[in-house]
């Protein structure tokens, strides 16, 4: 198996091209190191995989990178490369989000075509659902992004559908659920609120804090991304969820349990873009994939707290 990842040094890319690199893979990494957060960040997150040989890494933008020579040979492509985070993507910064989103997976997509690839999975997102699907939400369900982040998500989803239909790019998405574990991004609510409740720093909560969400441990994550891989129906699409779906309100309290620390908390106002509530229905996953979540909310949230106690990342960037 060759496989090349994109985003291979960003939270979820550098773990899948870890469990491919130990799985006997080679593995070509590719990253821009996009600014949305800091590169030393990044840097850390390819410490174990810099070095080994059967990884190379290319730093470069996939609309910038020699795709014809970076695919030679490749048997999976895993396209996680994406600017992340529902909630900046309104007004000026779109553009960031399409050329990165959508731009970038059309250049990629293009540049599979009559390869001989096994699969081709594609990275995608709770956030092409909204808020008018029924809860739990299936792969049948009628997506209606409520942010931009969303649009151009289910946008490269239908890129990697239609270059499917029309080209035999053998392309399967995973909508993964709100992903946490060692690595998370310093943006996301367990990142922030373990980090402040470490620092004894007040966290803001966005609406009232009865938001739900399936939160899903990175290494089931990356379980079910390579399953896709081996597995997953070409033109597909799954729901990869956690299974334990709670408020932010009871992941404070979560936090407080695991840290044994009081967390202060400033309610602001709800975050436009941000959907209401997420929970999967992961039953084409289960009998496609064989996907199982088997990381507990208590268990995933101690194993991040336990990482960002061993990194500089409780302690500064
Ligand atoms: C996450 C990722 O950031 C997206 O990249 C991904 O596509 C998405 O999951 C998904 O699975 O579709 P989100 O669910 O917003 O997006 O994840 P968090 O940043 O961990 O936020 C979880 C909840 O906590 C949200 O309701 C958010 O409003 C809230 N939150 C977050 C706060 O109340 N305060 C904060 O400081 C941060």
Redesign the pocket.
């Known amino acids: 198996m060759k496989a090349l990842v994109t985003g291979v040094a960003g939270f979820i890319g550098s773990q899948l091209a870890e469990a491919l690199v130990e799985g006997g893979a080679a593995v070509t990494g590719i990253d821009c190191f996009t600014d949305y957060y800091p590169r030393t960040v990044k840097e850390r997150n390819l410490e174990g995989l810099r070095g080994h040989a059967r990884f190379g890494f290319v730093e470069s933008s996939i609309q910038q990178a020699d795709l014809g020579r970076l695919l030679e040979g490749v048997t999976h492509v895993f396209h996680l490369a994406a600017q992340?985070?529902?909630r900046k993507s309104w007004g000026r910064d779109f553009q960031v989000y399409t050329v990165n989103n959508i731009e970038a997976t059309q250049v990629l997509l293009e540049a599979t075509v009559g390869r001989p690839l096994h699969r081709f999975v594609y990275a995608s997102?709770?956030?092409v659902y909204g808020d008018a699907a029924a809860i739990p939400m299936t792969e049948r369900t009628l997506p209606q992004p409520v942010s931009p982040y969303g649009v151009t998500k289910l946008a490269a989803e239908q890129l990697c559908h239609l270059y499917h239909v029309n080209h035999g790019v053998p392309a399967v998405s995973v909508r993964?659920?709100?992903?946490y574990g060692p690595r998370q991004r310093p943006?996301?609510?367990?990142h922030?609120f373990l980090k402040a409740a470490a620092a004894g720093q007040p966290?803001?909560?966005?609406g009232d804090g009865e938001?739900t969400?399936d939160f899903t441990f990175v290494a089931d994550a990356v379980a079910a991304t390579l399953a896709a891989g081996d597995r997953g129906r070409p033109g597909r699409v799954y729901n990869i969820g956690g299974g334990s779906r709670v408020s932010?309100n009871q992941v404070l309290r979560l936090v407080e349990a695991c840290t044994g620390r009081r967390i202060e908390v400033r309610y602001e106002a709800p975050?436009k873009g941000?959907m209401r509530d997420t929970f999967a229905d992961t039953s084409l996953a289960r009998a496609d994939l064989d996907f199982r979540p088997r990381v507990s909310l208590e268990d995933g949230l101690t194993a991040e707290y336990r990482w960002l106690s061993t990194t500089t990342a409780l302690t500064g960037q």
Request: no cysteine; aromatic share 16%; glycine share 4%.
């Open positions: 992340a985070g529902v997102s709770s956030s993964y659920f709100t992903v943006d996301m609510a367990f922030r966290i803001r909560i966005y938001q969400r932010v975050q941000d």
